[in-house]
């Protein structure tokens, strides 16, 4: 279970999309003659000179390379996002007070413990968990492949009430939020069905 970059993409998209709409408006309204009433020269048939003349400025190839690296930045940075990642919390303190000791426990390790805990669960064929939070305020987010034969409410009331409740005992705080995805086995005649609870 990864986290992926579907909002950053959403925005990009519609930064991307506008941008698009907004030279195609203008071009628009040079083809159809209506930018001719803000800037003379920019007309259908009009003499494209004054373009030219700026493009053949020295620093318009200065502009148009720092243009194409601030470009291809955002592509690169975009690129990288695309990358799915888990993103566990940072490891938790589990004493209120340093100065009588200090116990560290890392998110994998217990998010291990409670997929130990939701493969033993009748029904569970795999199941992947991520801890995110603090420690004071933790959350799950858990996916778990149920077998399609198996009752699908039994594994989500024993997933969230047992393997739940003893996360929430073991952390010795209350679980703020738990995501549960299930979905069901797949077989070779039947594809792989999700169902998201929140």
Known sequence: MRRTAAAANRTGLIIAGLIALLLGLAVLAIGFGFAASFVPTLTADGDLG?????????????????VALILAIIGLRWLAA?????????????????RTGLTTVNAEVIAEAVTEDLESTDGVVDAQVILRGTARSPELLIHIDADERADIDAVIAE????????????????????????????????????????
């Open 82 to 98: 695309q990358v799915p990642r888990k993103d566990f919390a940072k490891p938790f303190r589990m004493q209120a007070d340093a």
């Open 159 to 198: 997933a969230a009430d047992r393997v739940t409740g003893n996360a929430s005992l073991a952390l010795d705080a209350p679980l703020r939020a738990v995501a549960l995805e299930v979905g069901i086995a797949r077989t070779r005649s039947r594809r792989q069905r999700t169902v998201n609870l929140q």
């Open 50 to 66: 004054s373009v030219a003349t700026v493009l053949a400025m020295p620093f318009s190839a200065l502009i148009a390379l720092v």
